[in-house]
Structure formats: C-alpha cells, structure tokens
C-alpha cells in the first residue's frame, strides 16, 4: 500500500471525498461554459424563477463539488448581469458553502485533526492559524478563499475537517470569494451583452484577468508568510 493509500484510508469517507472534490468540479466546468449560449438566455427569459434556479442549482451544484464556483459565476453574469448576477452568484456560493461544510464536517470526523496532532510541527502550525482566536482563523480562511486558484470544494473540505467555527468560515468565505466572484460575473456579463463593441468586451476581460492575479499572488504571498513564521515557532 502506497503512502497515498494508507492517508486516504485513514480519512475514511473524507478520502473519497476529497478524491471528487479534486476532479469533478473542473469537468463540470468546462461543460457548463460550453453550455452558455443557451443556459444564459434560457434562465434570463424566465425572470425571477429563473434567477431562483439559479440561486438553489449555484447551493446544491456547487455545494456537492459538481460544478465550480467561477463558472457557475459566469453563468450569473451572462444570464442576469452584473448588478443582479453578483448578489445572487454570491447568495449562491455562501449556500454552496454551508452545504458542502455539513457534508465535509459528518464525512471526516476528528480523522483529520487526529492525522495532525501525530506531528508536532504540524499542530504548531495548527493551533497558530486556526486555533488562535475569531480574528486569527478569520484572516486566514479569507486569505485561502481569495485566490482564484483555490479550489472551492477542496477547501471546504480542508476547513470543515480541521474543525473551523461555522461562524468564521462562513465570514471568511464571503469576504474572501466576494472579490473573484464579482470579477467572473463582470466576465460572464462583458461576454454575455455583447451589444458592447469588442474593444470593450476584450478590455473588460483583460483587466478582470490582471486583476485576479493580483488578487491571487497577494493572498499566496500573505499565507506564504504566516505559515512559514509560525512553522518556525514549532
């Protein structure tokens, strides 16, 4: 049995888990944008029961890791625009959270926080960034939810299985996945009216893309530095 093998077994149902949270997400994805040009206008022309749809497709989608949150964005914005899609893509990804959060939290257990408290350097870093206090675990889940590049799904599995306040990481969820969630449904909404001449459209995007990996190097960067200063410490 290889090192993989043995850690997956020792999650126990959060192995698995973990293993569709990984892989999933991204194929749904590429099949929902593929799907825009009729799933935009379909949703848009049934007006509010279609915003409603969206809304619960965005909670349970994305909340069972089967679909990601920046798609599921940009179909917001293509279908209802930005002043109307971004309230809701973020309604949507604040349900998505606490779905996949109760299914993360009864899939793990304490397997988790067991696995690390085997480690001394490993509870060290533990107990500093997420055992430290609302303020300290705050900061940190909305660091790790900034990027673009963290994968939704996986780290709600990650938060719920070490144990983090529902409280906290549902805070840091929003004010983390707020900023990039606005950026894709401003993406969504530049494709998606495309009255606008393409100079617009294409700058539009150019700068959502600058500014996402602005965004994303900040938030690595800041992480970067915390863990390494109190892996340090342990």
Sequence with gaps: MTQVQAVLRRLGPAGPLAVVA???????GFTLLGTLKW?????????GLGLMLYVAGFMVLAGLAVLPTY???????WAFGLAVGCPAAIGGFLGASAIGYLIARRASGDRVVGIIQEHRKWQAVYEALLGSGFTRTLLIVTLLRLPPNSPFAITNLVLAAT?????????????????????????????????????????????AIVVIGI??????QAIAKVTAAESERG
Excluded: E
């Excluded at 799933?39 to 007006?47: M, T």
């Excluded at 965004?215 to 690595?220: K, P, S």
């Design 39 to 47: 799933s935009g206008p379909w949703l848009q022309a049934h007006g």
């Design 215 to 220: 965004i994303g190097t900040l938030a690595n």
């Design 163 to 207: 144990r983090v306040p529902p409280l906290t990481y549902l805070l840091g969820t929003l004010l983390g996945m707020s900023p990039r969630t606005a950026i894709a449904v401003f993406v969504g909404a530049q494709v998606g009216f495309s009255g606008r001449p393409a100079w617009v459209v294409v700058s539009g995007i150019v700068v």
């Design 22 to 28: 990984a892989s999933l997400p991204a194929l749904g």
């Design 71 to 77: 798609a599921l964005a940009v179909l917001g914005g």
